[in-house]
């Protein structure tokens, strides 16, 4: 049940990013949905974390999430979809995740900058991070 929860939560991810590159926004739906997703597999016993790893993941995600809200100007949208992922993957997973995202974030921002724009979709990189940390807890 465990690829079958990573699985929605990547064509929700696939879902965002579409929006994000047509409209700079993401329908709160989406963050709401994983979250539900989160919860749900999380009382199951499909994650291999309980309700309060999931809690505290989504805690750490809404600290980083509102923290790149804050300073880095990083959408509120993005921030919330961070914040549903950190339910999903735990504290842990979620810091993984970041990881991958602020490296494949490098490398959108230099794209843009070379093709001089100011403003891109950042909800790609979020989904690059989370492929990253679906391949690194694939490794273990």
Same mark, same amino acid.
């Given at each position: 049940m465990l690829t079958s929860t990573l699985t929605a939560a990547f064509a929700l991810l696939l879902i965002a990013s579409v929006c994000d590159f047509r409209s700079r926004?993401?329908?709160?739906?989406?963050?709401?949905?994983?979250?539900v997703v989160a919860i749900v597999a999380s009382l199951a016993g499909w994650l291999g974390i309980g309700l309060m790893w999931a809690v505290a993941g989504?805690?750490?995600? /809404?600290l980083l999430g509102y923290g790149l809200f804050q300073f880095a100007q990083l959408g509120g949208g993005d921030a919330k979809l961070i914040a549903s992922l950190g339910m999903l993957l735990g504290?842990?997973?979620? /810091?993984i995740l970041c990881f991958g995202m602020a490296i494949?974030?490098?490398v959108l921002? /230099?794209?843009?900058? /070379?093709?001089?724009?100011?403003?891109?979709a950042y909800v790609p990189a979020i989904t690059a991070g989370f492929v990253w940390y679906v391949k690194i807890v694939s490794l273990l």
């Open positions: 926004e993401i329908p709160d739906w989406i963050s709401i949905a994983i979250a989504g805690i750490v995600g /809404l504290p842990a997973g979620i /810091l494949a974030g490098g921002s /230099l794209i843009a900058m /070379l093709r001089g724009q100011r403003d891109y």
